[in-house]
């Protein structure tokens, strides 16, 4: 499209204001001329932008913007064009050095094509462009977000989310993560508004209505980190880390909710400089909760972006898992302030490792916070999420070529964050945490303020650790999957050997050879003695200090693999050594028997047999993976053999449950997290009728004062009661939504509409997903839990499949995708046809490969179901 504001009599948009429509025409040829020399995905690098100066003016009550930006720039060689980034945008005038210049906008490649009136020299010149543009309702970008006010109003913020190719929609930039510049922003808005941007405020001046900040220069970042965000908004007094001003900023009326997260920032902005070394490369830190965000948060450079429920929280009332959300999106966030904004990778196929260590920094600096939420053992059940997509042919390298922006959206998934973290955590318990965070401070150090490659990374560590760590993760990086590690004992008794085979969950395809080895840091325990090894090639044996002992491979449970015992070794591990094994260890058994029967090498009876032998577990890390395992199992039995199955998993639960008593002042968070684990299995998987009548008084109770009950049986409760909920229970859930004054109770108020077994009240649940109530940021999330509904989910699809167009329409691009995760769970045979075929011809462009997984899972679920559901229903009934 050509850009500028005047009509022409044939209804074509004039670019300059003054050309003929020949002209016009004449130029736009040129233009796509140009375009077809060009990189389609990737900006000359002759001209880089070293300075940004950009003056923004919103109207929040027509939801728009105007703005003028001068942009510095270094020319290489010289050019008779500039090409830049710009979508969604309206130029009103364009000049290089003071000098009028005419412009082209094509809309597929985002491009503006500036041609000034003479061959540009070498050296540096000044360009400078005046446009305008919508406050859109897509969460990217300059967006709009929308609160209602203590008197019933609406009120509308703008704000921003650059990452990852958004930033052009906000104001004409280079908009790649190697065009590094400084930025400096001014905001002119309506007096009675706050604003915030990267840097602190550092002049003011008023006039006519209008209030004009300028803020300080940042340092030199890449344009994804620029943010900006203007409305009524409040903010919490200033705290000091270390010379550092921090505060969180919030919608008006939710000061109550921002200590915790508050306190959350200042520990993790202290620890971060120590662990690195480095001091914090900005000069404040705002912590910003808004009511609409697509993602969790985003890193922008001293303007940190929420959505509400990830930084507002109140203690008294939310779950350990809430506050630790809290605690994980904050420090991940902070990590990036180094890794990320002060070192940034070249281009986007490089956006794994950002968010993988971010990821890794985040657990590590929660475990520092909380100690006692032992949260690296919690991470092992993120990473079982991530082993699961990695198990799929249809799975991806971690890192591969990254050309468009639709192949950026898809690599943030399970394989950036939660493989990527693992990867890392197993790089450092094989070199030693000193030797790794040594490596990672040389790494921020040698490339501070720059880009990198991901062998960046391992070189430095190569370099600090001695240890040969290129040739380690090159292996898990560039190839995807990961490898089973069967164990098993030689003829001679002594001798252990450890082989190594890419583990698949389809069956088929794990029995069909795949040339593929993986250098693996093993640890191998033998009786009380801790072995590492490197297996680099098909099988290693390994000599047994203490051949009658029992092994535990991949001891301490850090490892990116599964481990498969041959019958010797695993006869050795009973309930004596299971006792002595450590919590994260025993989770990756019972995770490794859940496994092993999606992929059709234990079955479902000899699961449940495995399950039931973990009958004296206390762990509640354990006891996820087992809820999980019971979930699955349960997804397979059929209405007769049901009551059977319930009475099962009340005789696994009931004692445990009962072992922890009620809660006390003095027990520990995670005794309290697990007594809410096993209330709602046994109210819902269990179908306890004393746990469900308790549960609908513990309901009661905390809907009339919410400090009166224990937070993990509130969440509990609400999921039993919606789970045997009639439609009275319902609307009371749903107005507990409408009413709620804390982002957790909001949403967990909101899901559990989903869990109710009434097809009725599943489609009423669908079509609030639908309505204004529920945030576009929500919605997609909402139509996912219904269609996991394990009876009525079948109609949550159907619903969801006949409003497609509207939803993908009206949901922010990057969460339709998520919306559509559980169709994995439906099984039927006719479901499966049904679900494949329409995304034949509904395909998710920006995220295919997360499709592609879904799809294959759903098969994969399919299969197990047609395998093992018949037998287990048999085995139950005494069949």
Known sequence: MLGGSTDDSDGNSDTTGNDTAGTIRSMAATAHDLQDTLDPYRLPTSVRPTRYDVRLTPSLPDSSFTGVVS????????????????????????????????WELDDESERMIVRPATTIPAGSAKLTIGFAGILNDKLRGFYRSTYTDADGNEQVIATTQMQATDCRRAFPCWDEPDFKAVFGITLDIDDGLTAISNGPEIERTTGDGRTVIRFADTMVMSTYLVAFVVGHLEATDRVDVGGTPMRVVHVPGKRGLTAFGLDVGTFCLRWFEGYYGIPYPGNKVDLAGLPDFAAGAMENLGCITFRESLLLVDPATSTQNEQQLVVDVVAHELAHMWFGDLVTMRWWNGIWLNEAFATFMEIAACDAYRPDWERWTSFGLERSIAFDVDALESTRPVEFEV??????????????????????????????????????????????????ETNDLWDAIEATSG???????????????????????????????????RFLLDPAAADTPHDQTWVVPIHVRNGEEVSVVLLDAEHVDLPLSEPEAPVVVNAGGHGFFRVAYDDALRGRLGRETLASMSTLERYSLVDDAWTSTVAGRLSAVDLLDVLEGFADEREHAVWQSIVIALRGLGRLVGDAARPEFEARVRSLVTPALTSLGEPTDDESDLDGKLRGLLTAALGVLGADTATRERCRELFAAAGADPTAVDPELTAAATSVVATTGDTADYERMQQAFLDATTPQDQLRHLFALAEFDSETLILRTCEFAMSPAVKTQNAPFLLRAAIANRKHGPTAWTFLRTHWAEATEAFPSNTIVRMVDSVKLLTDPELVVDVQSFFAEHPIPQAAKTLEQILERQRVNAALAERDAAALDAFLLGA
């Open 467 to 501: 240890e040969p760590v290129r040739r380690i993760m090159d292996s898990w990086i560039w190839q995807p999957g990961f490898p089973l590690i069967s164990a098993s004992l030689r003829d001679d008794g002594t001798t252990l050997r450890l082989a190594q085979r």
């Open 71 to 102: 942009i510095r720039l270094d020319i290489a060689v010289p050019t008779d064009v500039l090409v830049l980034n710009a979508a969604e945008l309206t130029i009103d005038h364009c000049s290089l050095d003071d000098v009028d210049a005419s």
């Open 403 to 452: 050309r468009s922006p639709a192949d950026c959206e898809g690599m943030f998934d399970v394989l950036t964050y939660q493989k990527g973290g693992a990867l890392l955590r197993m790089l450092e318990q094989y070199l030693g945490p000193d030797k790794f965070r040594e490596g990672v401070s040389h790494y921020l150090r040698v490339h501070a303020y720059k880009n990198t």
